[in-house]
Each structure stands twice: as C-alpha cells, then as structure tokens.
C-alpha cells in the first residue's frame, strides 16, 4: 500500500498565488475603465443621431434620450 503524504506548499508558491491575484485584480479593472469609456462614447454618440438616424436603427428620441442619460456604470 502507498503512502499519501501532504506536503503545505511552499513560500514561492503562495507567493505567485499573490502575484497572480492582484494581476487578476488589475486586468479586470482595465477591462471595466475599458467598458465604461465605450459606454460613454458610444451614449454620446447615439445622443446626436437625428430622428431619420434612430429610426433607421429602430429608436424613438424618447429610446434614444433615455439610453443616453443612463449612468456609464449600468448597462
């Protein structure tokens, strides 16, 4: 019969579990200024369609206005 022996994981190990979190931590947090500033420009944008524009797209003024004016953090 084999022995199973558990073995606590070293020091270097932990410490790349660190540094691979706060790497982590830091992409997602690019990733959500990424999202936000698309957000922005693309609510700019939409605010300055013409009525023929939106409705091209199949927006009113009052769909477009309201998208426009959601804060850059709500989808």
């Known amino acids: 019969m084999a022995a199973i ?3 606590q994981p070293c020091y270097r190990a932990r410490q790349h579990n ?3 979190a706060l790497s982590d931590a830091g992409h997602h947090l690019v990733a959500t200024a990424r999202e ?3 957000r922005i420009r693309e ?3 939409l605010s300055a369609l ?3 524009m939106l409705k091209d ?3 009113t003024r009052a769909d477009a ?3 426009s004016n959601k804060p850059f953090w709500r989808e």
């Open 43 to 45: 609510r700019g944008e």
């Open 36 to 38: 936000w500033r698309r």
């Open 57 to 59: 797209i199949g927006l």
């Open 65 to 67: 206005e309201f998208l």
């Open 50 to 52: 013409d009525d023929r």
């Open 18 to 20: 660190a540094v691979q």
């Open 5 to 7: 022996h558990w073995q």
